[in-house]
């Protein structure tokens, strides 16, 4: 449980209050002043809980794109910090009590340079300025529309808990109501299923269950993962925003001080949680730390489509912050900037408190879970990428592409076709082992936006190495269409395409079908050892004639075992050698196709095509390799099939989110191909 500061605390800013609000007898802070600790019974009072949006649902990120900024007047940041947020079309929607002050706000705006064409206001009351406390959530929903989610403000605040439903009255767009005593200053979300807050949730909200908050968060706000976790801080705020911040999908920044400080040992527990916990991408969290030896609020910054606005202390270790930003989120504006000395940054209130995003209702949205990792040299590299459109209007077919580089070479495009409704998929080309690919994605819509993912798109791309992995043998297919060939014999180069020696322990010179006799004449003395990159030639020739037979066909496999498993090559036979009776298979090779829809939200179907009759196993396996469910296991004729997957496992509970791997097994061998579970 997140640790209290007892009977103490600290007293923040004076906040003046809009000419129609009530004042307070006594002077608001960003913790609860010792009237409103009287008054907790009226947190939540009233409050009317609404039916969820219509899954699935979208929770937007700070570091998805905005279209303009919450703030209020009289402010609690500084006129420097306005005026940059008003550039770069950024709209500054600034809560005001009148229209009066309204006319006060903006004499100050052109007195100071900002631009008033990125300046509109929401004549409201209110209680305070940390607008990012009480402010909205913004959501998308299964019709890619914009919705705000509220819920009780964890502060016995009225006028402040009512902005959420005047934001949406304004911007025209759905209201949810969560009931769910909350604050947005300790809750974070990567945009893709996970968010983070402090056991403050569960203290504030006692007569729910863990289980019953983690419903709700899932129901309104599409949460698959919900960390709640203790405040390192020891400090009576408990906002997550005073430690960490997510800055993307995969990173995030965890506060660090030196091991005198008195929260040392429970920060670095805070940090290690992090670095060993899986992100949305399927790796675990890249962490940064910022260093905060007299607890500076360094975390508690603004992320603002690509600008960084980090709060800093006239201190000798501002510069430092600002380049841990600057590493972590290449691509990206960073600026620091001083507090007002009225309203001062303080280390549990700062600019990420007193600022809120208002997303782009139109926004563009690319979902993608990128490659990572070591991939194999051998194989193309397919990637899938989910269009969400939030505008009335269409993407463009023809914009969604795949940027990719090979060790920092020249970029390359490929384009993306859709494969079945907002679903595109994309190859990028198979590299030689032991390169690093760079990729990132791009889109654009008809009403003139465009999109990246990740977002600052080519200073930071996604990024994966290619490796050797497999024990190959090239051709794997041996064609013998003369009787000449027969008696030449064809050539497979057995590879080693791994990082280390193999043993070759045996090879299956005699074929299975009696249709035909082949045997290997060039063949080394087994066990024998491969080195990484070293080849060893197999010939192989065929006894003539070859006849066929009722009980087999014209189409065999040579097998090559090693200390890591098999490796296949077919032999085949062209009709024009057969003599006798019998039935050979129509020409061709098995073959995996692409599942249909991927990524699977519900069910997908697999196509796969048999040149032969046999034994046949399709399974779907996760990325460890741990069996999920096997589809098809049997004899099965020659042709064309489909199979069905209900994105359930063996004990018919449906799989979470996530990359996984389906496969076809033949006496030919194993092909293996991706899918993406999107829930």
Same mark, same amino acid.
């Given at each position: 449980m997140a640790l209290l500061a007892g009977a103490f605390f600290l007293l923040f800013p004076v906040t003046f209050?809009?000419?129609?609000?009530?004042?307070?007898?006594?002077?608001?802070?960003?913790?609860?002043?010792?009237?409103?600790?009287?008054?907790?019974?009226?947190?939540?009072?009233?409050?009317?809980?609404?039916?969820?949006?219509v899954a699935p649902i979208r929770n937007i990120a700070e570091f998805d794109h905005m279209q303009g900024v919450l703030v209020r007047y009289p402010f609690g940041i500084p006129m420097a910090l306005i005026k940059e947020m008003a550039e770069d079309e950024i709209m500054v929607t600034t809560i005001v009590g009148s229209t009066s002050q309204q006319n006060l706000v903006t004499n100050q705006y052109?007195?100071?340079?900002?631009?008033?064409?990125?300046?509109?206001?929401?004549?409201?009351?209110?209680?305070?300025?940390?607008?990012?406390?009480?402010?909205?959530w913004f959501e998308s929903d299964s019709s890619?529309?914009?919705?705000?989610?509220?819920?009780?403000?964890?502060?016995?605040?009225?006028?402040?808990?009512?902005?959420?439903?005047?934001?949406?009255?304004?911007?025209?767009?759905?209201?949810?109501?969560?009931?769910?005593?909350?604050?947005?200053?300790?809750?974070?979300?990567?945009?893709?299923?996970?968010?983070?807050?402090?056991?403050?949730?569960?203290?504030?909200?006692?007569?729910?269950?863990?289980?019953?908050?983690?419903?709700?968060?899932?129901?309104?706000?599409?949460?698959?993962?919900?960390?709640?976790?203790?405040?390192?801080?020891?400090?009576?705020?408990?906002?997550?925003?005073?430690?960490?911040?997510?800055?993307?999908p995969d990173k995030i920044l965890i506060r660090s001080v030196p091991p005198s400080h008195s929260q040392y040992n429970l920060i670095e527990q805070a940090a290690s949680y992090w670095a060993s916990t899986t992100c949305s991408y399927g790796y675990n969290y890249e962490v940064y730390r910022v260093y905060t030896p007299t607890?500076?609020?360094?975390?508690?910054?603004?992320?603002?489509?690509?600008?960084?606005?980090?709060?800093?202390?006239?201190?000798?270790?501002?510069?430092?912050?600002?380049?841990?930003?600057?590493?972590?989120?290449?691509?990206?504006?960073?600026?620091?900037?001083?507090?007002?000395?009225?309203?001062?940054?303080?280390?549990?209130?700062?600019?990420?408190?007193?600022?809120k995003g208002i997303v782009d209702l139109g926004l563009l949205y690319i979902r993608h879970f990128p490659l990572y990792g070591d991939h194999p040299c051998e194989e193309d590299y397919q990637i899938d990428a989910d269009l969400i459109v939030c505008s009335d209007t269409t993407v463009i077919s023809d914009s969604i592409l795949i940027h990719y580089r090979v060790n920092n070479g020249a970029w390359n495009l490929v384009s993306m076709t859709n494969t079945t409704g907002s679903f595109y998929s994309g190859i990028i080309p198979k590299q030689p082992g032991e390169n690093t690919i760079d990729?990132?994605?791009?889109?654009?819509?008809?009403?003139?936006?465009?999109?990246?993912?990740?977002?600052?798109?080519?200073?930071?791309?996604?990024?994966?190495?290619?490796?050797?992995?497999?024990?190959?043998?090239? =051709? #794997? /297919?041996?064609? &013998?269409?003369? %009787?000449?060939?027969?008696? +030449?014999?064809? $050539?497979?180069?057995?590879?080693?395409?791994?990082?280390?020696?193999?043993?070759?322990?045996?090879?299956?010179?005699?074929?299975?079908?009696?249709?035909?006799?082949?045997?290997?004449?060039?063949? =080394? #003395? /087994?066990?024998? &050892?491969?080195? %990484?990159?070293?080849?060893? +030639?197999?010939? $192989?020739?065929?006894?003539?004639?070859?006849?066929?037979?009722?009980?087999?066909?014209?189409?065999?496999?040579?097998?090559?075992?090693?200390?890591?498993?098999?490796?296949?090559v077919i032999i085949a036979v062209n009709d024009s050698l057969l003599t006798g009776s019998g039935t050979r298979i129509a020409g061709g090779t098995n073959r995996l196709g692409q599942n249909y829809p991927n990524p699977v939200t519900e069910t997908t179907t697999i196509p796969f095509t048999l040149a032969y009759a046999g034994e046949v196993t399709i399974k779907i396996?996760?990325?460890?390799g741990n069996r999920v469910i096997t589809l098809l296991d049997g004899f099965t004729q020659a042709g064309n099939y489909t199979v069905t997957w209900d994105g359930r496992n063996l004990s018919g509970s449906i799989v979470p989110g996530g990359v996984y791997i389906y496969s076809l097994k033949t006496k030919a061998g194993v092909q293996s191909k991706r899918l993406v579970v999107i829930r």
């Open positions: 209050f809009a000419q129609d609000t009530v004042e307070s007898p006594e002077k608001l802070t960003h913790w609860l002043t010792p009237d409103e600790l009287t008054r907790l019974d009226e947190i939540g009072l009233g409050f009317v809980e609404t039916e969820p949006p052109v007195a100071n340079g900002v631009d008033t064409s990125h300046c509109n206001f929401l004549i409201a009351g209110s209680n305070s300025y940390w607008t990012r406390d009480y402010g909205p890619n529309q914009i919705g705000i989610i509220d819920f009780p403000y964890n502060r016995p605040r009225p006028l402040d808990d009512e902005i959420p439903k005047e934001v949406a009255d304004m911007l025209g767009i759905p209201w949810f109501g969560m009931n769910l005593i909350h604050t947005g200053g300790n809750y974070m979300t990567d945009g893709l299923g996970i968010s983070a807050s402090t056991t403050l949730v569960w203290e504030e909200n006692p007569t729910q269950t863990h289980q019953q908050i983690a419903d709700k968060v899932h129901d309104y706000l599409g949460i698959e993962e919900y960390h709640v976790v203790p405040d390192p801080n020891g400090t009576y705020i408990d906002h997550i925003d005073c430690w960490g911040k997510f800055l993307a607890n500076q609020p360094y975390t508690n910054s603004l992320i603002l489509n690509k600008k960084v606005l980090v709060p800093i202390m006239n201190s000798s270790w501002d510069d430092s912050a600002l380049a841990v930003y600057q590493q972590a989120m290449p691509g990206y504006e960073v600026i620091g900037f001083l507090g007002n000395p009225s309203t001062p940054w303080e280390a549990t209130d700062a600019l990420h408190c007193r600022a990729y990132y994605l791009t889109a654009a819509d008809h009403s003139g936006r465009h999109a990246n993912t990740p977002y600052i798109g080519e200073p930071d791309p996604f990024r994966f190495q290619t490796v050797y992995t497999n024990v190959t043998a090239i =051709p #794997d /297919t041996l064609w &013998f269409n003369t %009787p000449d060939e027969c008696l +030449e014999g064809k $050539v497979t180069v057995l590879n080693n395409f791994t990082g280390a020696a193999i043993s070759v322990t045996g090879i299956q010179e005699e074929g299975f079908n009696p249709a035909f006799a082949w045997y290997i004449s060039t063949v =080394p #003395d /087994t066990p024998y &050892f491969l080195d %990484p990159s070293d080849t060893t +030639e197999l010939r $192989v020739r065929i006894d003539l004639p070859v006849f066929k037979q009722d009980t087999g066909y014209a189409l065999d496999t040579l097998t090559i075992i090693t200390t890591i498993g098999p490796v296949d396996q996760d990325l460890l």
